[in-house]
């Protein structure tokens, strides 16, 4: 079938996100979604704890706030959280009648306690949540008549025009297209693969903040990565996360000798905010381990009823036990790794981005709702809300006009991809290899001035080798509105690993550089040699282009 190249809306990206959005965009508009997998496959997919909501008489607005406000340290905009947490019970409305079927106990929704959360106020289906969301919400997608799905479709760039958006460059089918659109949703999710050690599925490579970054869009906070304490750690396991709602249940963090040791950190013990009980755990291992990085420390869930861990947490059980663990009888070994960027794309209350015709939502953003660190199962809830917010855009829909102009010298460019020097295939997947090691490394759970300033040489170096690359220079040429057949000699796979590898980094950079300017530590960001909160860093760090700067102090 061939590329219809016009919509009202592009939604880049399939997650809660990006469906939930489709489907509150008005039902006059012509709507794209594009995925660059298969539908659904997202982070939100992979959600384990829930979805937190004031739905409980015995809770309620000002407390839900409030423990926002405190996980954020400092950093969040209260109007922002305000209107998060006011909107949430009608979300839920939303997707109880939309068919999510979330827990319930004697019909009441059933709730759990998470880190950090003085009441018990996250809603859960099982331990799998987000895929119960996120596969409710593709069902819903797919039945409306005015949304296109494209999948296997890899958004390259935004196409501006005098500084306002006119639609997206794509890979699809063996073409790279410019599709043209009055407005584009950036719902990408996060950028978890520049880690190592990460929770995200290979999809998050941050590429809607990459996007943006290119095309001038105001940044903030990208030094702020959220560390889940607890993800599985075994040699050749993915790093799966073992979720907070286990350690709600009752369940201990122990050591090697079977010490509680989190409690030596915040009195909150295992149930301190996530970015506390990372550290926690990296500084412990720093004590009693060679390498903090390599070591794991351990979930013991006999506290709680067999009954109960068999009801609340299934797919826990079959994944473990997939790795030889029987988390029934034995103990989980676990460790930080990357799960939630904080910063991203800023946003208003509307989604609206710094570049005209662009909107985003989800982990791509920064809403003001996280802060300096995420509150457990707020981020779900930050999709729906503010994807509600699309129900009331306003736009031009009138049809775009597309001068017709082909890429000059293709045969030319497929004769120089397909010479053997220097074989550029395997210099992306080098790249792409290195990197990873390198944020881990320097951009991890603590850093320190002297790693991070190795690691953003080493990363620069890195971009101008892959900036020379012929690939590379194939596709700068490659501008709007010009479109075409790709070279035999590349394949879409191809493209897209070139594409993500070029977005991871542009976020590399844009993380490494951050966490460099920001002298603290506050939240998910952890400087050594700067190990305690300044005041006078209440403030978001921005990036605009290649222009950092402060804000103005948050009150």
């Known amino acids: 079938m061939p590329l219809p190249t016009n919509f009202d809306v592009i939604v880049v990206g399939a997650g809660a996100a990006g469906l939930y959005s489709a489907l509150c965009l008005p039902a006059s508009l012509r709507v794209a979604i594009v995925s660059k997998a298969s539908l659904p496959l997202s982070a939100s997919d992979w959600a384990q704890g829930g979805i937190a909501a004031v739905v409980d008489p015995q809770d309620s607005v000002d407390l839900h706030i409030a423990d926002t406000l405190k996980a954020g340290a400092g950093l969040c905009d209260r109007a922002a959280v305000e ?18 079927g979330f827990d319930r106990v004697d019909e009441k929704l059933a709730l759990t306690l ?26 819903r997608v797919l039945a409306q008549s005015n949304i296109t799905v494209l999948t296997q479709a890899f958004a390259l760039d935004l196409w501006l025009e005098s500084g306002t958006c006119r639609g997206i460059s794509l ?8 599709v043209t659109a009055t407005a584009v949703v950036l719902a990408t999710g996060g950028g978890g693969q520049v880690y190592a050690q990460t929770t995200n599925p290979e999809v998050s490579t941050g590429d809607g903040v990459a996007m943006a970054h290119r095309a001038g869009g105001l940044l903030r906070d990208l030094e702020f990565v959220q560390f889940h304490p607890t993800a599985l750690t075994k040699a050749g396991a993915p790093r799966f996360l073992i979720s907070e709602a286990v350690r709600g249940e009752g369940a201990h963090l122990v050591d090697d000798t079977g010490y509680r040791f989190a409690f030596d950190y915040h009195p909150a013990g295992e149930l301190a905010p996530r970015d506390v009980v990372s550290q926690a755990i990296f500084s412990h291992l720093l004590k009693h381990s060679p390498d903090p990085n390599q070591g794991c420390v351990w979930l013991d869930l006999s506290p709680i009823p067999e009954a109960k861990i068999r009801h609340r947490f ?22 930080p790794a990357a799960h939630y960027w904080m910063g991203g794309v800023q946003t208003d209350l509307m989604t609206q981005t710094s570049i005209p015709g662009v909107y985003a939502v989800g982990e791509t953003t920064s ?15 930050e999709c729906v809300v503010f994807g509600a917010q699309l129900s009331q855009i306003s736009i ?52 320190d001035r002297a790693s991070l300033q190795l690691a953003l040489d080493r990363v620069n170096t890195l971009q101008r080798e892959f900036n020379n690359l012929p690939i590379s220079q194939l596709i700068t040429q490659i501008i709007p509105p010009q479109s075409g057949t790709l070279p035999s000699e590349i394949s879409e796979v191809d493209l897209q690993t070139w594409g993500e590898t070029r977005n991871l980094l542009a976020i590399g950079i844009l993380i490494l550089t951050s966490a460099l300017m920001r002298t603290e530590s506050r939240g998910g960001h952890s400087r050594t040699d700067f190990p305690t909160i300044d005041p006078n860093w209440q403030v978001h760090t921005i990036v605009q282009k290649d222009r950092w700067f402060k804000s103005d102090a948050i009150d």
């Open 83 to 100: 209107f998060l947490v006011t909107h949430a019970a009608e979300c839920i409305d939303s997707l109880v009648e939309f068919g999510v």
């Open 114 to 139: 998470e880190a950090a959360h003085s009441r018990p106020r996250v809603l859960h289906a099982a331990d799998t949540t987000g895929r119960a969301l996120v596969s409710t919400l593709a069902d």
């Open 171 to 178: 890979v699809y089918q063996g073409e790279i297209n410019w």
């Open 314 to 335: 299934p797919n826990i059980i079959q994944v473990c036990q997939h790795w030889g663990i029987d988390i029934l009888h034995e103990l989980i070994p676990v460790a």
């Open 367 to 381: 809403t003001g709702v996280h802060g300096a660190n995420r509150l457990a199962s707020n981020s779900l809830l």
């Open 396 to 447: 031009d829909s009138a049809p775009i006009n597309i001068p017709s102009i082909e890429i000059p010298n293709l045969e030319l460019w497929g004769e120089k991809l397909a010479q053997p020097n220097g074989s550029w295939r395997d210099q992306v997947e080098q790249i792409r290899e290195e990197l990873p090691r390198l944020m881990w490394q320097a951009a991890g759970v603590c850093r």
